[in-house]
């Protein structure tokens, strides 16, 4: 099914351990986001993509690095990781001016 | 800055109720005006969306009119099944760019008993 796929689902994570997050879409779309949704917060923007090969920072970069591997691809990466970093986070895409599309998430637990 | 507000959750109905959830926005320039819903476990979809002043978008029943007037986009819904329980995210859409940045509201979490 056409959408967007993130890897893991799940994760546990030790303070100071690094990981990568893993997006990937086959819809043809230039953009693609990563969010992390935290109660009574709403989603709050990390990292975006405007076209392959451009990455530039949303509202809440510190701590992260994302990588746009290709058009389909857009990885999201903590190099030491923080118990503020448990959340859940959203890979999306979207297509010009109409609505994101959004994969299932990756709930990550830093312990 | 862009901004959205939605009313506080969460909201509890009886099924065949009427449903309205409240949002407003500010805003610079036009922007575009969305309703995601978040089912339990799962990620955002795009329940409906409106692009310009007084335009009308329409979904599953749910129902939002762009009032530029009153710079709000509430959700309304004549009739809610349980089927409905989710979290409802208010959005803005900024400029004409392609990548424009979507920004959401808290949500709102809707629970409808039998």
């Known amino acids: 099914n056409a959408g967007v796929t993130q890897t893991p689902k799940f994760q546990v994570l030790k303070t100071g351990q690094s990981m990568t997050l893993q997006c990937a879409q086959d819809m043809n779309h230039n953009s693609m986001y990563w969010y992390r949704q935290d109660p009574g917060m709403g989603l709050r923007l990390i990292y975006y993509s405007a076209s392959e090969g451009t990455t530039d920072k949303g509202e809440v970069p510190n701590g992260y690095n994302v990588s746009r591997l290709n058009k389909r691809e857009f990885s999201l990466r903590l190099e030491s990781a923080a118990p503020s970093q448990t959340s859940v986070y959203f890979c999306?895409?979207?297509?010009?001016?109409?609505?994101?599309?959004f994969g299932s998430g990756t709930r990550l637990t830093v312990v | 800055g862009n901004s959205v507000t939605q009313m506080e959750g969460p909201v509890t109905l009886s099924e065949e109720a009427f449903l309205t959830i409240n949002c407003t926005y500010t805003a610079t320039g036009y922007p575009s005006l969305f309703w995601y819903v978040q089912y339990p476990g799962e990620g955002l979809q795009l329940l409906l969306k409106a692009t310009k002043a007084d335009d009308k978008g329409s979904n599953k029943g749910f129902e939002a009119t762009y009032r530029k007037e009153t710079t709000s986009f509430h959700l309304e819904k004549g009739s809610v099944q349980v089927s409905d329980s989710a979290v409802y995210f208010c959005a803005l859409g900024g400029g004409s760019a392609s990548y424009d940045k979507v920004i959401f509201g808290p949500g709102t979490s809707l629970s409808v008993i039998p």
């Open positions: 999306a895409s979207k297509p010009g001016l109409s609505g994101y599309t």
